[in-house]
Each structure stands twice: as C-alpha cells, then as structure tokens.
C-alpha cells in the first residue's frame, strides 16, 4: 500500500516536498516513480529512482526543478518540487514498479497510491 501525501497551495516559484509512505518489508526492491496527471490530460511521468536510489530518472520538463529521492529504511519516497509553474497543477501519483528496469510508462507500475493534490497559482 501507497500512501502519498504533502500536495497543497502554492504560489508559483513556491516549493512543495511529496511524500509516499509504503507498507511492508520489501520497499526497497521497488523501482519507485512519480506521475501526474491534470484534468483533461492523460496521466504522464515525473520522476523515478531505482532500488538503492543511486540512479534517478526526470522528464524534460522538471528537470533541473524537481529531485526524487528515498530512504529504504522509511520505506518512503519523496519528491521535492522547486520553481512551481502553474502548468504543475496537478493530482501527483507514486507508483511502485517490481521490474528491475526503470520505465516511465505508467502500464510498467504494480502499485498506486492514492494521489495528492498539488495546485500552483500565478
């Protein structure tokens, strides 16, 4: 179980850090990423990070603004969001992958958690 959490308000260039919290032993073999999607939009990749979180994978367009990081001893991952644009709106997702490749296609994801709301205001 995925629950995600730390969306809210923001002003634009304003920060927000996400947080996912999972349950059970076996957080740290998950390839873990981040979605999102806005409405009337399909959902679309963020960020992922691999089992040891050595490697971390970005879309074009956070790159260099967002950092997804995690602490296999909390069995969390987190994303942390600078420079907020109004076209970030959106419900974030993260999702856990059994695969040992990272993927940025939603389909490649085992688990959901439940979304948070993040809105950007300008």
Known sequence: QLQ???????????SL???CAASGPTFSTYI?????QA?????EFVAAVSRNGGSTFYADFVKGRFTIS???AKNTVYLQMNSLKPE??????CAADR????????????????????????
């Open 4 to 14: 995600a959490s730390g969306g809210g308000l923001v002003q634009a260039g304003g």
């Open 88 to 93: 970030d709106t959106a419900v974030y997702y």
């Open 32 to 36: 873990m990423g981040w979605f999102r």
């Open 39 to 43: 409405p009337g939009k399909e959902r």
């Open 70 to 72: 995690r602490d296999n």
């Open 17 to 19: 850090r996400l947080s």
């Open 99 to 122: 695969t040992i490749v990272v993927h940025t296609t939603s389909g490649s994801y085992d688990y959901w958690g439940q979304g948070t709301q993040v809105t950007v205001s300008s």
